[in-house]
């Protein structure tokens, strides 16, 4: 008999019916061999794994994340309510204690989908793990929150959401952005003025192995997470390092994957990314939830493993030891370099503009925030998109100062038919989320 | 004439059903020491008088193979098992004969790591060594790709009386099951085949000379035959000849909670628009899991005669059971006592359950009828609450497509059929505290003995194809060929249909009759870069289980009679 160390709970929604299009890497089939491998070793019959059904999140949960443009079904498929669902069905699962561990193999994806919604981008519509962690935030008392992704690509739309919470530290881990979409995560992007430092990215050069990502957990991440002293760790537990994945250049492996999982001992994990359906997913997913579980993982290795032949170059290895001397310089002066911006100015404002791959859809947003000594800062978004939209969003965060919070009422008030097509309101004070259609 | 005969932990249950109905009905107690006797004194007194030509079906449930595993009465078994990546098959190490060889088949079917025959060779030396007889060979994954565990086969097949290959159990995945399964198909098989051989020849001497059929976990039967392979399908086949007994008094639109009031326990488990519902992989028993097809079936520690105490001032009932009621001579007040006291049952000695009643009455502060009511009362809920717990798990058995998460039937009972024990008051407790419509199954007494008779043959069949690497497989029905790339799903089910026929035909099955069903069906496109490089198709069909063809005059009469 076999048990696990940590009673860890699953819930597994491989989406058998749904795809973006019949031959995108993001179709019916991509768990199909990971659910597989999994019955095959009857890892739901081990004492202590628990398999949860997942439940579906309400249009409130999207909208304490997201503003969705026109709406939340406009931009959400039923897969995308389950699979959110499935991340908060595991938070919960967590948080009521009726587990220790929990991971969310389901799909589609969300870390690149942002605060704002105009479609899809890099797979993803919205972003599962942040309507989980403000869900979970809201229905326990949990406060700081750690995310680390591990994903391959870097995770733009988790950053976006969370650049101006100082409570959300977000580590990203990926291949470097002047290599691969979404060409962003570059060790400058430290979060906006009220929460300087609490992003923090880790690119990695192209071929980077086992021991590059488990050097950048242990010398880097783990003395980050021990100073921010999180509530929870959250692992966006993408598998497209694995060097088999047809999209992209690293060199990771399920071993790795296992160990990095043991090291990083995330309370909760949720999936990402990961093409590679046969030769990889069924045996990182194998590795990731022993690991978390705390059974032994050591026989769970791809047949195309071989560790010499992946093994990094010393010029990678030096490459991300300097990376890392970068990341913690950077997170050891935050504090001081925060409190010189805060006392420069009373507001920042910064324009972008995104581009939605996957639905090809252009949008240019200014954002505007209050600098804030007594939260977070209350923020708005004028956003357009191509497909015609003119909205404002306004953010009051969780945590809003009076101030804060009568400037967002003043800013979503001000707004009327001349000026925009919706206008969208998240008062996390109250988790009351407004929007107001003027085309209506 | 039908015979239908279930060995019961206290009562050997026979009855022999004509098309008029209930002919007649017989309990003898049994012997665990020996089942045999038992079998054969309920089949004598059951054709006495009987002409043998007229009886033409013989459907026995027993305790045989259950009683040997709880025991571990198992005679030397060796395995042979290889795992490849993932958990190390080590850890589910079924006996002391047990070797993990190299080899490995990866979820595809593709061959990673050959066989070592030298290695293979090596083992079954050992084996014949230690004198054993009786072989498994697992391997993952081998339901994608059996040629590992044949390779084997052939290495050893001269060498030992009897081979289980883990593939021909079922299409399903599960190694550690799979290896389980085998083990246990193996360890039971002696004594099953020994023990049916001689109820057929006791029965031919009489001269019924008619194949006797053999009720299964999952409530269909199979003529002796084909049990010899799968002996281990006949496991608690007792809760299935109880809910097959009870099939015909549910309703056709609506799903029906069947309780089976025991001694020591009860059973449970659920009719959907008749049709009883099946575990999704396979019925656990003690610490082995398996791959053998059941019904869901829930048994909870609390029957007639659970003894009844009162500790921290809180009454408890079950999960032991002392012995019979205080009212035919146990050692401690039951449930059943309370029935005495509350005048519901009277054939036994009253005087002695309202004695026994009395000193927890007093630490109550309650009167002997009041702690009867209340006992009786938390029995009831007892079950009940356990019960809900059943269909909330039931409920909350994860689904893998948005259509069934969106779709997905939920099981709501709201009526419930009760049998063993004393039904009829079970029955009317329950409508008493809860807003189920109950009621005791006609003749309840031996409603399990009349289910085994008229259970179906009943078998699944599952299908895999995967058309870039051109195979289509049913490991179970040792079936394997080549396809051409446009196989399709309808192929695939068409397939299946055929090899699910002739497996129920060689089981037993009327051909006029079979009710044939699609349980699973689902094809993928295989892509590989921007290109579909085939398709991979799973199919899932069964044989319904439910009552043979022709009997409907039966049920009408226990009815009416009752």
Same mark, same amino acid.
């Given at each position: 008999?076999?048990?696990?160390?940590?009673?860890?709970?699953?819930?597994f929604f491989p989406a058998f019916d749904w795809?973006?299009?019949?031959?995108?890497?993001?179709?019916e089939e991509r768990l199909l061999y990971t659910q597989?491998?999994v019955?095959?070793?009857?890892?739901?019959?081990?004492?202590?794994?628990?398999?949860?059904?997942?439940?579906?999140?309400?249009?409130?949960?999207?909208?304490?994340?997201?503003?969705?443009?026109?709406?939340?079904?406009?931009?959400?498929?039923?897969?995308?309510?389950?699979?959110?669902?499935?991340?908060?069905?595991?938070?919960?699962?967590?948080?009521?204690?009726?587990?220790?561990?929990?991971?969310?193999l389901v799909r589609?994806?969300?870390?690149?989908?942002?605060?704002?919604?105009?479609?899809?981008?890099?797979?993803?519509?919205?972003?599962?793990?942040?309507?989980?962690?403000?869900?979970?935030?809201?229905?326990?008392?949990?406060?700081?929150?750690?995310?680390?992704?591990?994903?391959?690509?870097?995770?733009?739309?988790?950053?976006?959401?969370?650049?101006?919470?100082?409570?959300?530290?977000?580590?990203?881990?990926?291949?470097?952005?002047?290599?691969?979409?979404?060409?962003?995560?570059?060790?400058?992007?430290?979060?906006?003025?009220?929460?300087?430092?609490?992003?923090?990215?880790?690119?990695?050069?192209?071929?980077?192995?086992?021991?590059?990502?488990?050097?950048?957990?242990?010398?880097?991440?783990?003395?980050?997470?021990?100073?921010?002293?999180?509530?929870?760790?959250?692992?966006?537990?993408?598998?497209?390092?694995?060097?088999?994945?047809?999209?992209?250049?690293?060199?990771?492996?399920?071993?790795?994957?296992?160990?990095?999982?043991?090291?990083? =001992?995330?309370?909760?994990?949720?999936l +990402?990314? #990961? %093409?590679?359906?046969?030769?990889?997913?069924?045996?990182? !997913?194998?590795? *990731?939830?022993?690991?978390?579980?705390?059974?032994?993982?050591?026989?769970?290795?791809?047949?195309?493993?071989?560790?010499?032949?992946?093994?990094?170059?010393?010029?990678?290895?030096?490459?991300?030891?300097?990376?890392?001397?970068?990341?913690?310089?950077?997170?050891?002066?935050?504090?001081?370099?925060?409190?010189?911006?805060?006392?420069?100015?009373?507001?920042?404002?910064?324009?972008?503009?995104?581009?939605?791959?996957?639905?090809?859809?252009?949008?240019?947003?200014?954002?505007?925030?209050?600098?804030?000594?007594?939260?977070?800062?209350?923020?708005?978004?004028?956003?357009?998109?191509?497909?015609?939209?003119?909205?404002?969003?306004?953010?009051?965060?969780? =945590?809003?100062?009076?101030?804060?919070? +009568?400037? #967002? %009422?003043?800013?979503?008030?001000?707004?009327?038919?001349? !000026?925009?097509? *919706?206008?969208?309101?998240?008062?996390?004070?109250?988790?009351?989320?407004?929007?107001?259609?003027?085309?209506? | 004439?039908?015979?239908?005969?279930?060995?019961?932990?206290?009562?050997?249950?026979?009855?022999?059903?004509?098309?008029?109905?209930?002919?007649?009905?017989?309990?003898?107690?049994?012997?665990?020491?020996?089942?045999?006797?038992?079998?054969?004194?309920?089949?004598?007194?059951?054709?006495?008088?009987?002409?043998?030509?007229?009886?033409?079906?013989?459907?026995?449930?027993?305790?045989?193979?259950?009683?040997?595993?709880?025991?571990?009465?198992?005679?030397?078994?060796?395995?042979?098992?290889?795992?490849?990546?993932?958990?190390?098959?080590?850890?589910?190490?079924?006996?002391?004969?047990?070797?993990?060889?190299?080899?490995?088949?990866?979820?595809?079917?593709?061959?990673?790591?050959?066989?070592?025959?030298?290695?293979?060779?090596?083992?079954?030396?050992?084996?014949?060594?230690?004198?054993?007889?009786?072989?498994?060979?697992?391997?993952?994954?081998?339901?994608?790709?059996?040629?590992?565990?044949?390779?084997?086969?052939?290495?050893?097949?001269?060498?030992?009386?009897?081979?289980?290959?883990?593939?021909?159990?079922?299409?399903?995945?599960?190694?550690?099951?799979?290896?389980?399964?085998?083990?246990?198909?193996?360890?039971?098989?002696?004594?099953?085949?020994?023990?049916?051989?001689?109820?057929?020849?006791?029965?031919?001497?009489?001269?019924?000379?008619?194949?006797?059929?053999?009720?299964?976990?999952?409530?269909?039967?199979?003529?002796?035959?084909?049990?010899?392979?799968?002996?281990?399908?006949?496991?608690?086949?007792?809760?299935?000849?109880?809910?097959?007994?009870?099939?015909?008094?549910?309703?056709?639109?609506?799903?029906?909670?069947?309780?089976?009031?025991?001694?020591?326990?009860?059973?449970?488990?659920?009719?959907?628009?008749?049709?009883?519902?099946?575990?999704?992989?396979?019925?656990?028993?003690?610490?082995?899991?398996?791959?053998?097809?059941?019904?869901?079936?829930?048994?909870?520690?609390?029957?007639?005669?659970?003894?009844?105490?009162?500790?921290?001032?809180?009454?408890?009932?079950?999960?032991?059971?002392?012995?019979?009621?205080?009212?035919?001579?146990?050692?401690?007040?039951?449930?059943?006592?309370?029935?005495?006291?509350?005048?519901?049952?009277?054939?036994?000695?009253?005087?002695?359950?309202?004695?026994?009643?009395?000193?927890?009455?007093?630490?109550?502060?309650?009167?002997?009828?009041?702690?009867?009511?209340?006992?009786?009362?938390?029995?009831?809920?007892?079950?009940?609450?356990?019960?809900?717990?059943?269909?909330?798990?039931?409920?909350?058995?994860p689904v893998y497509t948005?259509?069934?998460?969106?779709?997905?039937?939920?099981?709501?009972?709201?009526?419930?059929?009760?049998?063993?024990?004393?039904?009829?008051?079970?029955?009317?407790?329950?409508?008493?505290?809860?807003?189920?419509?109950?009621?005791?199954?006609?003749?309840?007494?031996?409603?399990?003995?009349?289910?085994?008779?008229?259970?179906?043959?009943?078998?699944?069949?599952?299908?895999?194809?995967?058309?870039?690497?051109?195979?289509?497989?049913?490991?179970?029905?040792?079936?394997?060929?080549?396809?051409?790339?446009?196989?399709?799903?309808?192929?695939?089910?068409?397939?299946?249909?055929?090899?699910?026929?002739?497996?129920?035909?060689?089981?037993?099955?009327?051909?006029?009759?079979?009710?044939?069903?699609?349980?699973?069906?689902?094809?993928?496109?295989?892509?590989?870069?921007?290109?579909?490089?085939?398709?991979?198709?799973?199919?899932?069909?069964?044989?319904?289980?439910?009552?043979?063809?022709?009997?409907?005059?039966?049920?009408?009469?226990?009815?009416?009679?009752?």
């Amino acid at each position: 008999m076999i048990h696990a160390k940590y009673k860890t709970g699953l819930v597994f929604f491989p989406a058998f019916d749904w795809a973006i299009s019949p031959t995108h890497p993001e179709r019916e089939e991509r768990l199909l061999y990971t659910q597989d491998q999994v019955f095959e070793e009857g890892l739901f019959d081990i004492e202590g794994i628990e398999e949860y059904k997942p439940d579906l999140v309400t249009v409130k949960d999207v909208q304490r994340v997201h503003f969705c443009v026109p709406d939340v079904w406009n931009v959400m498929t039923e897969s995308h309510f389950i699979s959110a669902g499935g991340a908060k069905t595991i938070g919960m699962a967590v948080l009521d204690r009726q587990v220790e561990k929990g991971f969310a193999l389901v799909r589609p994806p969300g870390h690149h989908a942002m605060r704002v919604v105009h479609g899809a981008r890099g797979f993803c519509n919205v972003n599962i793990e942040a309507i989980m962690i403000e869900f979970l935030r809201e229905a326990y008392n949990i406060d700081r929150v750690a995310i680390v992704d591990t994903d391959c690509h870097h995770g733009d739309g988790t950053q976006d959401i969370y650049w101006h919470d100082p409570d959300t530290l977000f580590i990203s881990i990926h291949q470097d952005g002047r290599t691969l979409y979404p060409g962003s995560g570059f060790p400058n992007e430290l979060g906006g003025p009220n929460a300087l430092g609490t992003t923090l990215n880790i690119p990695l050069p192209p071929n980077t192995s086992e021991d590059g990502f488990l050097y950048v957990i242990k010398n880097v991440v783990m003395p980050i997470l021990e100073d921010f002293k999180p509530d929870i760790i959250i692992n966006s537990a993408g598998q497209d390092n694995h060097f088999s994945d047809p999209i992209t250049n690293m060199n990771f492996s399920a071993q790795g994957y296992a160990a990095l999982t043991e090291m990083l =001992k995330p309370d909760i994990a949720v999936l +990402e990314g #990961g %093409y590679s359906i046969e030769g990889a997913l069924p045996y990182v !997913n194998l590795g *990731i939830i022993l690991a978390m579980a705390g059974i032994d993982y050591s026989k769970v290795k791809e047949p195309a493993y071989d560790p010499g032949s992946i093994r990094q170059t010393h010029s990678v290895t030096r490459m991300i030891e300097k990376t890392g001397e970068i990341v913690l310089s950077l997170w050891r002066q935050r504090e001081r370099k925060k409190n010189k911006i805060l006392k420069s100015k009373d507001f920042d404002e910064r324009r972008r503009n995104i581009f939605y791959d996957t639905d090809g859809i252009h949008e240019s947003q200014r954002e505007k925030i209050r600098l804030c000594k007594n939260c977070s800062g209350a923020y708005k978004i004028d956003s357009t998109s191509d497909l015609g939209y003119h909205i404002l969003a306004v953010h009051i965060p969780r =945590k809003g100062c009076r101030e804060c919070k +009568e400037l #967002g %009422y003043r800013w979503y008030d001000s707004t009327n038919e001349d !000026n925009f097509d *919706i206008a969208f309101l998240q008062d996390r004070t109250e988790d009351k989320y407004l929007e107001h259609d003027f085309r209506k | 004439m039908i015979i239908g005969l279930d060995v019961g932990g206290t009562h050997t249950d026979v009855v022999l059903l004509g098309t008029e109905g209930l002919i007649k009905e017989v309990k003898v107690t049994t012997d665990p020491s020996n089942l045999f006797n038992s079998v054969l004194s309920g089949l004598e007194k059951i054709t006495e008088g009987i002409e043998p030509e007229n009886i033409h079906r013989i459907v026995l449930s027993t305790t045989l193979t259950t009683n040997a595993i709880v025991q571990k009465k198992f005679p030397e078994v060796g395995m042979i098992v290889s795992g490849g990546p993932g958990l190390d098959p080590e850890l589910f190490r079924s006996n002391r004969h047990y070797y993990p060889v190299s080899g490995s088949i990866d979820h595809r079917g593709r061959e990673i790591e050959p066989v070592d025959s030298k290695e293979i060779k090596k083992i079954a030396k050992r084996f014949k060594k230690e004198k054993i007889r009786l072989v498994g060979v697992v391997c993952k994954f081998s339901v994608r790709n059996p040629d590992h565990e044949l390779k084997i086969y052939e290495i050893l097949k001269d060498s030992f009386e009897k081979i289980f290959l883990g593939h021909r159990i079922s299409g399903n995945l599960n190694f550690p099951r799979r290896i389980a399964t085998t083990f246990l198909n193996a360890a039971v098989y002696p004594i099953h085949k020994e023990f049916y051989e001689a109820v057929q020849k006791s029965l031919e001497k009489k001269g019924l000379v008619l194949p006797i059929r053999i009720l299964k976990a999952d409530g269909g039967n199979m003529n002796f035959n084909s049990s010899i392979d799968f002996p281990g399908q006949t496991i608690l086949s007792g809760p299935a000849a109880s809910v097959m007994g009870s099939v015909a008094f549910s309703s056709e639109d609506e799903d029906t909670l069947i309780m089976d009031i025991g001694g020591t326990t009860t059973d449970m488990s659920i009719l959907i628009n008749r049709v009883p519902l099946l575990d999704p992989i396979g019925i656990s028993l003690g610490s082995y899991k398996t791959l053998i097809r059941s019904l869901d079936t829930l048994s909870i520690g609390v029957g007639g005669d659970s003894a009844v105490k009162i500790k921290n001032g809180k009454l408890q009932v079950g999960p032991q059971r002392l012995g019979p009621a205080l009212a035919f001579g146990g050692p401690v007040p039951t449930p059943t006592d309370a029935l005495f006291v509350l005048k519901e049952m009277n054939n036994g000695d009253r005087e002695k359950s309202v004695n026994g009643l009395r000193e927890l009455a007093k630490e109550l502060r309650l009167s002997v009828e009041d702690t009867a009511s209340m006992i009786f009362e938390f029995t009831c809920r007892k079950i009940l609450s356990e019960a809900e717990k059943m269909i909330n798990r039931i409920n909350a058995k994860p689904v893998y497509t948005v259509h069934e998460l969106q779709e997905g039937y939920k099981v709501t009972p709201k009526k419930i059929l009760v049998l063993g024990g004393p039904a009829p008051c079970f029955a009317r407790y329950f409508e008493k505290i809860s807003d189920y419509k109950a009621r005791a199954v006609p003749k309840w007494t031996v409603a399990n003995a009349i289910g085994a008779a008229l259970a179906r043959t009943t078998c699944e069949v599952i299908f895999f194809a995967d058309t870039q690497r051109k195979i289509a497989i049913a490991p179970a029905e040792n079936f394997l060929i080549n396809i051409k790339e446009n196989f399709d799903s309808s192929d695939a089910v068409k397939n299946a249909f055929d090899l699910l026929r002739q497996k129920a035909l060689q089981r037993g099955s009327d051909s006029d009759h079979l009710e044939m069903e699609v349980l699973e069906n689902m094809q993928f496109n295989m892509v590989r870069g921007f290109y579909t490089a085939g398709k991979n198709i799973r199919v899932k069909v069964q044989v319904k289980p439910g009552l043979i063809n022709g009997y409907d005059d039966i049920i009408v009469n226990l009815t009416r009679r009752s």
